[in-house]
């Protein structure tokens, strides 16, 4: 997206979309802008129109109009970066008020995350009221015409090349489990996804039109954070007791939020959690659980009937490593009233670093996305056990990557490294794997040899994968055949 003049925009509308519209969109499209609603149009150029009595085009020049983070798809209607403060001008055609503040609220926690100085407005177009978020309270009040105006001639304004780097999704994307203190404290939003499936569930249980709500989405859709933020309304809203099933080990997130006061187990403790939770009318939340075992599950199911409580599963059917978990396939058996949602957008995933797992995975998937350039992606070949250790040990204590293994122990270090089992549920910056001689290829498919059938591990190297959020380093140890197809695959950057 590229910054325009305001003053441009409202003289070429004014030129243009009436005689030739199709040649003022053309001039929105150049600037990579969106404003399919004409009541938003004219809300717009009002404003400019009010702003341009005090204000001459050189102070208006380098605006983003209708910037949105990407993956997020949260919207800002007119930004500027400055080196000393960022300025977000929203338009409201209507109010209320409490819909304007907490936008900008909103837009103040977006905003920064990048730096501290933030100057936030809104104008209700239809009466001309103006908001400011004031700089010491941090409430929003009323402001006049003249505040706004010095704060847009005041800024020292700054040419950004890349805005959707310095909006990286990951600032946004809060995990209870790698940042725990960050959720704690309630530093996140959902996305406007998020929320719509956040307050279906809740009314399907309050209405009682179920008893059960099952919400699926791969890796890095924000199905942790959601569940989660559903578990805290519950429990505050409602006052009722909530439970959190991790059908996993533990991480040091999950024991950090179980010192402040959440009752959070592990998958063997689920009998437990369910005598506990019957007549109590409370949440039980299963995450990840596609890995709970087959006939684990078909109990649970069993006995839900007969429990006064709701529950909720959160489950990815990729991310499973043994074959003896249920993989998402048995929910059909549930035997209560339920709901089902999926969240469809992918906020942590970076979709280049998926292109290239897809394709890795399976190489019928070459030909795909030719316009990606994988340029996070690192590639490395070793033929020496000890010169592989060593660099392992380089990536991982000099170079701040974190170094996934489906078995720390063979290389002598476990608490150097994480396995297969320590990560479910978490998220890295940059992720670092090892292929080896045990994988193949099959008609174009990549397998695993010499392995227990009960654990892929194909699957779990895909687990390793999807663990990060910017960065992927391939390391791989006698394996000419996977190098040669990683190297196929990287050509395109």
Known sequence: MLPINLVSLRQAYAACEWQEPELFQSYLENFGIRMRKRQEREDIMKFIDRVGRDADPGDLDGFYVGYTIPQISKEFDLLRIGRNYILDIEIKHIGPFERIRKQMFQNRYYLLALKPGVRIFSRVASTGELYTVDERSAEVRPAAMEELIRAIREQEVERVEDLDRLFSPKQYLVSPLSAPEKFLNRQYFLTNHQEEIKKSVLRSFADRYARCALISGTAGTGKTLLVYDIARHYRREYGRDVWIVHCGRLSAGHVHLKDNGWNIREIGEYAEVLR??????????????????????????????????????????????????NKGELFNRLEVPYVSHTLKTTIRTNREIASFIDKLLDLRRLNRDPHIRYRNIGLQYFDDAEALGQFLRHLRHREGWEVLLEEPSRLGEDGAYRSVQDIIGMEFDKVAVVIDARFCYRDGRLYSRGHPAEYPLQQMLFQQMTRTREQLFIVIYRNLEVLKWCLEILKQR
């Open 276 to 325: 506990e939770a019957d007549g109590s009318g409370g949440l039980v939340v299963f995450d990840e659980a596609q890995r709970i075992r087959g006939e684990q599950i078909i109990d649970i199911f069993g006995r839900m009937p007969a429990i006064d409580a709701k529950f909720i599963f959160a489950y990815d059917p990729k991310q499973y490593i043994s074959n003896a978990e």
